[in-house]
Each structure stands twice: as C-alpha cells, then as structure tokens.
C-alpha cells in the first residue's frame, strides 16, 4: 500500500511538474541504433556499431527547447563486424573497455533550426574523457503504436576527432575523425 501511495504522489507531482513526455528508447526490441563510420586510410569505410546501450528522452514538440536526452553505452558491446578488430578496438589503444566499460551522452540544450532539424548541444564522455558536441537531428515521426503504446523517432549525426577522447592510436590523416549515426525510437512512459 505504501509504494502504491509514493507511486500516485510521484505521478501526480510528474504530471503537474513537467510537460513533456518521457520516453524509454526502445532497445529491447531493437528500434534504437548507435552506429558509427571512420575512414580506413582514406580508400573506404569501416562500419560498426554499439550492440548494447540504454536511454530516455523528454520531448514536446511545442517547448523543444525543453526536451532531453540520456544515453548509456556499453562500451565493449562494438561491433565492427570482424572479431579480431572488435578485440583491438576494446584495448588500450582505443576505446579502453576495462577502464571505461561505458560511454554516454546527455543533453544540455537544445536549438530548432529552419529547416525543420535541431541541435541537441550535450556532453559525451568516451573513454573517460568528457567533452561537448552537437547532435543534428530530425523527427521522423510520432503517433500511435499497434499494441495501444505512443512512439516517438528521431534520427542524427555527429563527428568529432578521436584524439579529442584521448585515443591517439595513428589511423593516418584521413582517419581521424568518427561519424556517429543515431536512430531512436521511444516508447512514452
């Protein structure tokens, strides 16, 4: 009986405090992807992605500017689609798994554009280093699901240096930077 009175008074001052919706990034039924690209000497590009990870967001289209966003990645989870790179890619020389088994991102603002994107100004800390970036992002969409819940997706992009994140192992100039691609789709709770 307690928890369900804690539960009622937490909702009711949920409810009257916020406006926006909270939403759980729906990772269980893999609607959600962190993926990301570098270049490999400058020739093509190598692909990869984070199997395991774990989010919310906070969003109403009408106060963008009070939306939110929390990330957690499991860092060992890379996956570049070839085990023995995945293996180097958790040492030391990069993404330092047994020191900094997570990565994470969480917004600080966020700022419509004209064109119907927006920027989502946050923190990102990677292997123990936290620095700020800019996520571009979209809405793809939002509405009803077929199973009685409400959805909401978005989609964005971002880069940054590696050696900004301490990883100093030489790819070569035409490999420095990284690409991440974010797809998320989140349930409202």
Known sequence: MKKMILAAIATAGFSFG??????????????????????????????GRFNTFEGRFSYDADKLAESKVSIVIDTSSVDSNHAERDKHLRSEDFLNV???????????????NDDGSFNLHGDLTLNGITRGVVIVARKIGEGADPWGGYRAGFSGTTSFELKDFGINYDLGPASSRVYLDLNVEGIRQ
């Open 18 to 47: 916020m406006q926006a919706a909270d939403y759980k990034i729906d990772t269980e039924d893999a609607h959600a992807f962190i993926q990301f690209k570098i270049s490999h000497l400058g020739f093509s590009w190598l692909h």
């Open 98 to 112: 047994s020191k900094h088994p997570q990565a994470s991102f969480k917004s600080t603002g966020v700022v419509a």
